[in-house]
């Protein structure tokens, strides 16, 4: 990946327009306060390099999913709130990411300030990659920086359009430090390296299995998806979650894998779809006809732990189990732990997606590990070996 950093290029009394990933969980009733700032805060070491260096900084972003058109519940305003308190310099916000307004004010930007802008996905042009609205964004900068990860994989106008209107462009902090742990795993991982894929559904993840199973001396399957393989093996797995259109896919994966592909070898069994069911531990050729499977059980957590153990390198993407529903988060927990022993005794560990993540920072886990990414689709993306448009628009 041939990119320049923000370290290779010169931003003193430049205006540097800075795409960010700042898409952060909200109260769902008005006044609208955010719930977790992770994805601020990530930003914070390129936004703080960047104002140390005297740039004139345009800071941009997109928040869920406003229909082309600004939503009072999507406003950035409160982002600028909050990092007004995080971030000790001057700090304006713009009612809007384009237009006379916006360019008086990124005009009349002092070296060490901050502008703030609205929403860009109050604009559909954004997300149609639209040159007009590219050309628009790019009248405000000298310099192009992309730090949100979590969004190279869309082709948006912030983030691959606006490349082709701004001659200097570089990564931000958070961007090369994916770039380095993800690039890393997949070009050049220490032996043995073991991935582990979770979820619910073989369909979102068949490229990623496909991808690490050329790569991976042993890739091990839990989450809902395992289901799907069992019954590709003939075996009877009761109400379990499972994706029939799937069943010869497996198969084939299966045939086609023989000692890479690691299935779990026992499962907890639940009577309903609920935290405070009757549930037990079962051996996968005994799920009960009217139960489901929701967890990993513990000869597998046993199994998995071992491989983990025996690891340089691990991604993982994707919960064991119902993780959400404290009865059936034990088998998600114990590779969270499993992983951080694994870092603390020299592996590199990688983790990816949101619900993997999420349960990391249930567990407390999250800074045990080598590298948590913040973008689920673009990491997913990524490890399926497919160029991540706004990765490929930094590169000269």
Known sequence: MNYKTIDQIDVSNKRVFLRVDFNVPFTKEA????????RIRAALPTIEALIEHNAKLIIASHLGRPKGKPEEKYSLNPVFEHLKELVKVNITFASDCIGPEVEKLAAALQPGEILLLENLRFHAEEEK???AFAQSLAKHADVYVDD???AAHRAHASIEGITHYVKVKAAGYLMDKELKFLGGVLMNPAHPFVAIIGGAKISGK???I???LQKAHKVLIGGGM???FLKAQGKEIGKSLVEDDKVE????LLDHSQTHLVLPVDSVAAKEFKNDTEYKTV?????PKDWQGVDIGSKTIELFTKEIAGAKTIVWNGPMGVFEMPNFARGTLAIAEAMARATANGATTVVGGGDSVAALEQAHLADKMSHVSTGGGASLEFLEGKVLPGVRALEE
């Open 148 to 150: 949100a990860f979590g």
């Open 31 to 38: 006044p609208y306060t955010i719930t977790d700032d992770t």
């Open 129 to 131: 990659n639209d040159p």
């Open 226 to 228: 395992t289901y799907t």
């Open 249 to 252: 896919l497996a198969k084939s």
């Open 210 to 212: 496909q991808s690490l």
């Open 206 to 208: 068949i490229d990623v």
């Open 283 to 287: 051996s996968q050729d005994n799920i």
